[in-house]
Every structure is written in C-alpha cells, then in structure tokens.
C-alpha cells in the first residue's frame, strides 16, 4: 500500500462515521452509557479486515457499526465518547497501515497475534460469511442490524 493508498484509507474510516444520525434515549427508556464495545469493534477492524487487504470490508464493516451504534439509546456524553474515540482511532490504524507498508515493503502477510495468515483467515467459513453478508448490506439487501447483530448493551462486538 503506497502513501497515497494510506491516506486514502484514512479518510475512507473517517467517512464510514460521517452523517450518521445517532438515536436519542427515550423519554422513560434506559440510556446506555458504555460504548466501549462499539470501540473496540471499530478498532478490531482496521486489524482484522484493513491490514489483511480487505479495506472495503472493513469500510462496510464500520459504515455498519456505525449505523447499528445510531440505532442505540446511548447518553449525548457516550456518543460524543464514540466520535472522540473512533477519531483517534482512525489516525492510529492510519500510522500503524503505514508502519506495516514500512516495514514490510506491503501488507504482511502474517499480522502479530494473529492465529492464523491473513489468507487462512480470509479462507475461513466464519469470514466467508461475514464477508457475504458485509456484500448484502452494501447492495441494501440486509439491514446493519443483519451485520451487526449484537445488542446494543453487548459487552463485546467482534468482526
């Protein structure tokens, strides 16, 4: 991935989050005030999809945590938590893309703490159908909730 390349997936993640409109808790309803699953989904990405050469999944992937997360009662003070966190996020898998371009003269193709090469990982059933479903959605057949299917309140959220 060249420089430019880089910089184009950097402002690729920071689209996937612009414009979403974020739902409000309602009147009587429990408000959500921990994200940090959705950060940590948001940050699993770039590792899991971007890294491994599959950025166009990944920008499915995080156009759809962040419509999912849109659809959640989370408090003002959690969503603007969100839009913080995931900004810096995106400069941090921006320097670490880069980094690897660096040092490996390309993508590797093995990341660190990873069981398994990015081809085996891409190879695999469980990715194969994340990855039809992420086709789904970005055609409009299947809604985020399709993609994402955790709740809102799930402690974890994983690609």
Known sequence: MTRPRVAAFAGVLAL????AAVAQPS???PALSHPEAFERAFATSSYTFDACGDPLAGRLFRRALGERFAHCPF???AQSRFQQRIRIQQEKARRMITEMVEAHGGLPMHLDGMAMTCHEQQANADYRRLR???DQYARGDLPAEA???AP?????ITP
Do not use: N
Not at 16 to 19: A, E, K, L, P, R
């Open 152 to 156: 809102c309140d799930a402690p974890e």
């Open 147 to 149: 993609v994402i299917g």
């Open 16 to 19: 996937s989050f612009m414009g």
């Open 27 to 29: 009147p009587g309803g």
């Open 132 to 134: 039809e479903r992420l």
């Open 75 to 77: 408090t003002i003070e």
